[in-house]
């Protein structure tokens, strides 16, 4: 089977750059206030933000360009490398602690997720362990049971920081690729309905995690306490209407809703943008998903098809969690919105992400 070199998809690229400009804007209407109060300086998040997005399009812009059949040779070191990572955050005093969450490692103002980057190495990674052996992935204890270890060391890892959404996010990244790997059906099925009793015990293993739960499900019940994220973000979503209250004049941004440059920040732009703004940010997501999965399925090999399919899950398992927990579908938890919402290392190795998608794209089946 031959491959054809031909032009990267431009509907991948136009719409990823789309989201990450509306981001910024996005990023600076609702931080703008936050930056003067707290650092003197109205765009203090947004040149950290560009900072960011400069280093992750560089990074896209090489894997672009980087053959992605190459990156087998590079799938086990650089796995090793993210757990070292994934392992050495949990380190008093070589890990950053903020808001109760030891999840970041770095040097001065700047700092990195191990988690982020292990999300995109262990997709690598697991494309390459899938695909390596005809036939392995349907054999449970030489296929799907190695992979079930190199998910549960990480995911313990993750919980330990604690990032519960992280976790869950990883896991359905991983059974997608073991779906597309041809796993058996009954094995498949046999992990989702194993996978419930395990997430229970991660929620409820923890105090806040089971208080977050239970305000998910009535936050007026403690509206000052656990429920208070989730009311101010329905606040902003209502007040939005259908044409929004006009960019940068957001009422919730004022204090009122918590974290709302980061993982909240589709409720201001569901406030400032209003319904059909909103829906617009959903239609570009739903595009790019639609173009990577398209990608996965015209891939010229197994490695290519899982390692799209992995990637293109991975943005859209985020998308679905973080608007879950905006507009209270779904429980609390820290995730951010890719592309857009304020965070280094999201944006950088999600771009990562969409530039070897854009490398397999450039290939076809003759």
Do not use: C
């Not at 990577?292 to 990637?311: M, R």
């Not at 927990?325 to 592309?339: D, E, H, R, W």
């Amino acid at each position: 089977m031959a491959r054809r070199k031909q032009s990267p998809d431009f509907v991948i690229f136009a719409v990823a750059m789309t989201i990450l400009a509306i981001g910024m804007v996005m990023v600076y209407s609702a931080s703008s206030i936050k930056s003067e109060m707290q650092f003197k300086d109205a765009l203090y998040f947004l040149k950290r933000q560009a900072g960011w997005a400069v280093v992750g399009l560089i990074g896209m812009l090489f894997l672009m360009n980087f053959d992605y059949w190459h990156l087998r040779r590079y799938a086990i070191p650089i796995v090793v490398f993210s757990f070292f990572l994934l392992a050495i955050v949990l380190v008093p005093g070589i890990g950053r602690e903020i808001n109760g969450a030891r999840r970041w490692v770095g040097f001065g103002s700047y700092a990195i997720q191990p988690s982020e980057m292990a999300k995109l190495t262990l997709v690598i990674y697991l494309a390459h362990f899938l695909t390596r052996g005809a036939g392995r992935v349907q054999d449970f204890w030489r296929g799907v049971i190695p992979v079930l270890a190199i998910l549960g060391a990480a995911g313990l890892l993750i919980m330990g920081e604690p990032d519960l959404g992280t976790a869950v996010a990883l896991a359905g990244t991983v059974f997608l690729m073991l779906f597309v790997s041809g796993a058996r059906p009954a094995h498949l099925v046999g992990l989702a309905l194993s996978a419930l009793p395990v997430l229970g015990a991660a929620i409820f293993s923890a105090d806040y995690r089971r208080r977050r739960f239970f305000a998910f499900l009535n936050p007026w019940a403690d509206p000052s306490d656990t429920g208070y994220h989730i009311i101010q973000a329905l606040y902003a979503l209502g007040s939005g209407g259908l044409f929004g209250v006009g960019l940068g004049r957001s009422r919730q941004k004022l204090f009122y809703l918590p974290e709302a440059h980061t993982d909240f920040i589709f409720a201001i732009i569901a406030e400032e943008l209003g319904f059909i703004g909103a829906a617009v940010i959903l239609l570009l997501f739903f595009v790019l998903i639609w173009r990577g999965y398209k990608v996965a399925i015209s891939a010229p090999d197994a490695f290519a098809s899982v390692l799209a399919a992995g990637l293109t899950t991975m943005i859209a398992l985020q998308l679905i969690i973080n608007i879950g927990v905006v507009t209270a579908s779904l429980p609390i938890t820290g995730i951010p919105l890719p592309f857009i919402s304020s965070g280094g290392s999201s944006l950088v190795f999600t771009m990562m992400g969409v530039g070897i998608l854009l490398n397999i794209s450039k290939y076809s089946v003759v």
